[in-house]
């Protein structure tokens, strides 16, 4: 099973950026999807989840508004579209994949490497 995140980079304050998650190895359509992050001397924080149909969803607070998750199950990706970037969106970027439709890390069976998002002031 492999979680392949891609996407990252540096953008500007304000710009946007896509985040994609390729599923290889098992299939997502009965899964709950998260992404979660990790900013340098911080422990690692939820950003979003998407129910295993797509028709719930939920987001951290801290990105609430800004960024939208969403899922293909068609083509065994999940996304997450961010936008209004700010300086502390900067952080690796982690997709997961597990059972239970929630936002603790240790509820999630598979992770992804992560991508880095750098925003820039």
């Known amino acids: 099973v492999q979680l392949q995140a891609s996407g990252g980079g540096l953008v500007q304050a304000g710009g946007s950026l896509r985040l994609s998650c390729a599923a290889s190895?098992?299939?997502?359509?009965?899964?709950?999807l998260g992404w979660f992050r990790q900013a340098p001397g911080k422990e690692r924080e939820f950003v979003a989840v998407i129910n295993w149909s797509g028709g719930s969803t939920y987001y951290g607070n801290s990105v609430k508004g800004r960024f939208t998750i969403s899922r293909d199950n068609a083509k065994n990706t999940v996304y997450l579209q961010m936008n209004s970037l700010k300086p502390e969106d900067t952080a690796v970027y982690y997709c997961a994949a597990g059972t239970r439709y929630n936002r603790r890390e240790d509820e999630y069976d598979y992770w992804g490497q992560g991508t880095q998002v750098t925003v820039s002031s």
């Open positions: 190895g098992l299939s997502i359509s009965s899964y709950t």
